[in-house]
């Protein structure tokens, strides 16, 4: 015996369809929702609904997709599993080092077990959270997840729902966090049977990539509460530690609770509390202000403003977004302000943008990053940074990430420098919907001409798997003892609840050196080509407690000044603060 | 000589079209501004702009349309008028006692000039500021006005820019403040012309009323200095008091700083400081928030939640949006809270909708009135509230209404229940919409089949205008005289920057009275249809200070009851607040 339940309030006639296609009748519960408790279907059987005697449809809340986005669901009894991580507890955001994993690509298998053999690497590394990139069902065995369609059932080639639970409680057990990464702006173009049942979707906004979600419209409480519920279902269910919302800014909501406030309401009552965090290209200090203060009350948002101008000094690229970066100025003014644009005019928007985040915000109301699955994947052939400069300037920009006032992420082998692209794979099974795409990518990317990766080509995602034997090898190595050594520094020092305002930033626009000051620890880095002496002020530093060994020799401490190499840092606790 | 400048991104040529076809070329200035000093050129003359050759348009910025919103815009010089106004300096919106007016109907010339002529009935009346319906040139001659087109012109018909400087000037010199009423989230669909001159509109979002202006998207920041550069226009050159924002929950605008951010942020600098009040049915406080508390900053927002609840237990009506009020009990939570809807669920809306205030915000960020321009003029037939309840209901509204929490307006004849409606009324020259406006107006009200006055017929215009002989005679005279009293009282005593939290309200649904105890002030009111005795907590009121004549007789006061008849309302000091 199972109960169902389904919220379709246009239906004039709900029926479960299961089995050899018995149908059972739904019954009306008020609200446009329909039940029925069905004798013969238990956990692990299939079923599907159809409305006004229609073919069977996915449940819209289906917890399991085994035959994929257009098969039918499966039941799940969350009860049944045994979890083992009685003894986790999520520590404060602030704490975190985060690591951004995708299931198909981070281990040789694709799985969520096939993840759970590297999870040890991680507790090593030194980090002590995972943000996992969408793992509810897509279309296909292969993507990175934003097109998915099944919001409550995770993807059945990862391991589905026990996989999914076996993963967090493997991370658990090594005490680390998980966060994962959800999607409310927008669903898949294949699969997406939302539409059939409600006014899921609102023809009065629109995103680039598919129908607006319907949040503020008649019957909107329901499509609010299929998002609502389906994060307090990752909570839950799935022990998930928190939320990484996806492209916030293309969330149009005009009610006066925006759903994001909504959510965060739903999630602060749980105990231990949860993290929410956004992804958000507006420079909206709004998202990350509390509630008392006005604001959305979010944990931490993405700073892609303080990625853009390490990525664009660095590389000396000047394309796309990166049109609107380039001086060192513009770290200092990501380090001590989070927004790059507070309020100054974008090259690239052909308007001004953001403002100011106000006093007394944390640094780590902000995720910094020199790299992650967009930066990387949304390039034509997925280079990493280290495809993109030296060993050396990654090291420095490690340094500046790492020791930032910011909460830091890594992306997948990012510490290690892996030699595997991440680059952008489908696998979608509508012919057209696959000829649409891997046409687009060549359009979107007509400068790369034959050399862009087809997405719906297996080997493009294969490419993208990371190559574990090389992370023992020089210079990975290298370059993963480095992470190791700034990671052993950020954990064990900067417990970062300082304000902004205490980053104090110093360098030469012309030398291409900064130095970076959170009292706590500062960071000295050369992201220039050419050696350069950096006029540190007398005992700035007491001690600089590491370099990287490819840089190592290139480094020399004197009494007033450091000499580094081209791309060499040091850091080490800072004397006056 | 003078200086001409216009935005125009796009075009690859622009002229000043002047004289007898003259043309004069412009020079690119930079960032899509082009600008010409035509020597031939003087206040009072007219000229157009011609875009890459093609014909003569309107200034986008026009400052007087002389023909109409197709003809040429005429040159002013706002520094040749004469103000007298040098004494004058605006107060606090909490001390305001308001006045909705619309020029066209106000006075029997149905002009600025006009206007001026019964502005002594406002003083005597005891009100302290007018709010003026749009005043920017629409097409025609006879309109609300909310379908202007030229935003920097006012309307030529009313007497252009000199008339209503001579209007602001009149109320000033009579200690009348002015306010507004400005339209930012739409134009009119006749006579808009901004389109060809650049990116004013997109079709990201859309409003039930035109196209949506381009407020985030790329060139958008000329098209947000277009709508603050008038509201200053307006505060500067014509020495407006202060702006009343329309529809501003139709002002979709995605970008960190809101536009109505940014306008705030422009008009504070002001001295004297000037008020920004904005319709919003959104229900979201944060409108009214201060910017410390992270709210956008406006002095107030209109309350239609008073209104609605005001108007659904007075008169019965349940059609609409009043079918989401009715019991006295939304009466008291919108005295209490402002919002009835603060998260309620709205069967009208068929979702849930608003959210609280919340703690320490000052009634007077609200206005409350009994009936306005819209409440009045969307019904079918424009019935004012004495056209839907008797009059001794109408008197005990006002008292509710003039000794709320909430800053009062009232609607031009409402102090004497003036028996003109106010109906929807228009002027369109282009057949095509013209048609379209009647019909599409018979249509909406198709209940009321024949009956439903047509916009475009001149006499629906000359049916809305006041009967001033009227408001000498009884019992218009008794209704003015009460007015007269509430206004003296509610501007001697009750400087209302209170919290909402220190309302009180007592009622009972079935006897159909009401108890409002604001401390320094308290009212009781019989809104029902019999007689009742309202049980008063002993000496919960000092004295009652008056009551209407045509229901003084059927007040009867003892020591811890009133007697009320239907309709009758006694107000006073309250005793222990």
Chains 1, 2 share one sequence.
């Not at 943000?131 to 993507?143: D, T």
């Not at 492209?247 to 759903?259: G, K, Q, R, W």
């Not at 480095?482 to 305002?501: F, G, M, N, T």
Request: charged residues 25%; glycine residues 10%.
């Amino acid at each position: 015996m199972t109960r169902l339940d389904v919220w379709a309030p246009n239906a004039k006639r709900v029926e479960v369809v299961a089995g050899e296609g018995e149908r059972y009748p739904m019954e009306l519960a008020g609200d446009g929702w329909w039940w029925a408790d069905v004798a013969s279907l238990g956990p692990g059987h299939d079923y599907r609904f159809s409305l006004d005697g229609g073919d069977g449809l996915p449940d819209p809340r289906s917890q399991w997709q085994p035959a994929g986005v257009h098969g039918p669901s499966r039941i799940v009894d969350h009860s049944a599993f045994s979890w083992t991580d009685g003894a986790w507890s999520t520590f404060p955001l602030a704490d975190a080092v985060l690591y951004e994993l995708h299931i198909g690509t981070f281990s040789p298998e694709g799985t969520f077990d096939g993840a759970v053999g590297y999870l040890d690497h991680l507790v090593d590394l030194g980090v002590n959270a995972v943000e996992v990139m969408p793992v509810n069902q897509f279309p296909g065995s292969r993507g990175w997840g934003y097109d998915g369609v099944d919001l409550y059932a995770p993807q059945h080639e990862y391991g589905g729902p026990d996989g999914f639970k076996r993963f967090v409680d493997a991370c658990h057990r090594r005490c680390l966090a998980v966060v994962l990464d959800v999607v409310y702006n927008h669903l898949g173009p294949d699969g997406n049977h939302l539409g059939v049942f409600g006014p899921y979707f609102t023809d009065r906004y629109s995103t680039p990539w598919g129908m607006a979600p319907n949040l503020d419209g008649p019957e909107s409480d329901n499509v609010r509460a299929f998002i609502v519920d389906n994060a307090l279902m990752w909570l839950r269910d799935y022990h998930v530690d928190g939320l990484r919302l996806d492209a916030t800014h293309a969330i149009v909501d005009m009610s006066a609770l925006h759903i994001i406030e909504e959510l965060v309401d739903a999630v602060r009552p749980l105990e231990p509390s949860r993290w929410v965090i956004a992804e958000s290209d507006r420079n909206d200090p709004r998202l990350v202000w509390t509630r008392e203060n006005g604001g959305y009350g979010l944990d931490a948002q993405w700073s892609d403003d303080f990625h853009h101008s390490l990525h664009a000094a660095l590389t000396g690229e000047r394309q796309g977004y990166y049109a609107d970066f380039g001086p060192l100025a513009d770290i200092a003014a990501a380090l001590r302000n989070a927004y790059v644009y507070d309020g100054r005019y974008s090259v690239f928007r052909r308007r001004h943008h953001g403002r100011p985040p106000g006093a007394g915000v944390p640094g780590t109301r902000f995720l910094g990053y020199l790299q992650n699955h967009d930066q990387i994947g949304n390039r034509a052939a997925g280079e990493r940074s280290g495809h993109l400069m030296s060993q050396p300037h990654v090291e420095a920009a490690a340094a500046l990430v790492l020791l930032s006032p910011f909460v830091p992420m890594l992306f997948q082998g990012e510490e290690w420098g892996a030699s595997s692209p991440f680059q952008y794979f489908t696998d979608h099974r509508d012919p057209r919907l696959a000829k649409a795409v891997s046409e687009g990518r060549k359009r979107e990317h007509a400068g790369f001409g034959a050399d862009v990766p087809d997405p719906q080509d297996p080997t493009t995602f294969e490419r993208s798997k990371l190559d574990w034997g090389e992370r023992e090898r020089a210079p990975h190595s290298d370059l993963l003892w480095w992470h190791r050594q700034l990671i052993e520094v950020r954990r064990s020092s900067a417990r970062s609840a300082a304000d902004l305002d205490s980053t104090h930033v110093a360098w030469d626009e012309g030398e291409r050196w900064l130095v970076v000051d959170r009292g706590e620890i500062a960071v000295v880095a050369n992201v220039g080509e050419k050696s350069v002496r950096v006029p540190l002020p007398a005992a700035a530093m007491r001690t600089v407690t590491a370099a990287s060994p490819s840089t190592r020799d290139a480094v020399a401490v004197h009494d007033d000044a450091v000499d580094l190499a081209p791309g060499a840092a040091v850091f080490g606790p800072a004397a006056a603060g």
